[in-house]
C-alpha cells in the first residue's frame, strides 16, 4: 500500500483551530484507489519545527505523493501554489515566538522550487465542480512557504513523488470572528479528494514544472 501524505498545521495568530488540519485529518485512513491511503501529520505553527517534523514523516512514510495545506484568512477560494521561495519574512511570530526578516528558508538553496502538481488541471476539475479554485504565485513569507520550501527542497531528487502546497479560505466559524471569505471545511475536503485522484491519474509532468529557479 503506497501513502499520500497530507499535512496541516495547528491553529495559529489566536486562532482555537486550523482548517486545514481539520481538511486533513478528515482525509486520514482515506483510499482514493486500491492501492493508496492517505496519511495526516500535524505540523507544528513554528519555522524551527515545522521541517523537522515533516522531514521525520517523509522519512518514516516514503509518501508517493504529498499535499501541504494551510490556511490563507481572507483568500475566498482554494489556492494552488506554483512556487516556493527561498526567503522568510514574517509578517507576525510564529507559535514559539520567532519572527525572521529577510532570511532564507534553505542557505545557498536555490531561489525557488515550484509545486509538481498538475495545477491546470486540478483548477479546471475543482471549478468545474463548483469548487472555486485558481492558481497562486505567492504562498506569502510566513511558515507556509517555509514548509512548502523546505519540502521541494527535499524532494529535489526524487521527482517521482507529486508534491505542493494548498491554501485554502478560513473555516465558517471563524469568518463570522473576521467578517471575511470562508469555505465550509466538509467542502474542502471534497476539493483536495478531487486533487489527489487528478493528480494520481495524470501522467503530464514536465520538466518545467519539476524544475528549480536559481
Known sequence: MHTILITGFEPFGGESDNPSWQVAKA???????????????RLPCTFEDSLSTLHSALESLSPVMVIALGQAGGRAEISLEKVAINYQDAPIPDNAGKQPHGTPVVSS????????????????????????????Y???????????????HALAHHTEVRAGFIHIPYSPAQAC???????????????IKIAIELSLLDDDVTTVCEGMLH
Not at 116 to 132: D, I, Q
Not at 138 to 152: E, I, K, S
Open 138 to 152: 505567492t504562498a506569502g513569507t510566513f511558515v507556509c512557504n517555509h514548509v512548502f520550501y523546505g519540502l521541494m
Open 109 to 136: 538553496g536555490p531561489n525557488a522550487y515550484f509545486s509538481t502538481l498538475p495545477l491546470n488541471r486540478l483548477v479546471n476539475a475543482l471549478n468545474e465542480a463548483h469548487h472555486p479554485a485558481s492558481i497562486s
Open 177 to 191: 470572528k473576521h467578517r471575511a471569505p470562508s469555505m465550509p471545511v466538509g467542502d474542502v475536503v471534497a476539493a
Open 27 to 41: 482525509l486520514e485512513g482515506w483510499q482514493p484507489n486500491e492501492e493508496c491511503i492517505v496519511k495526516a501529520v
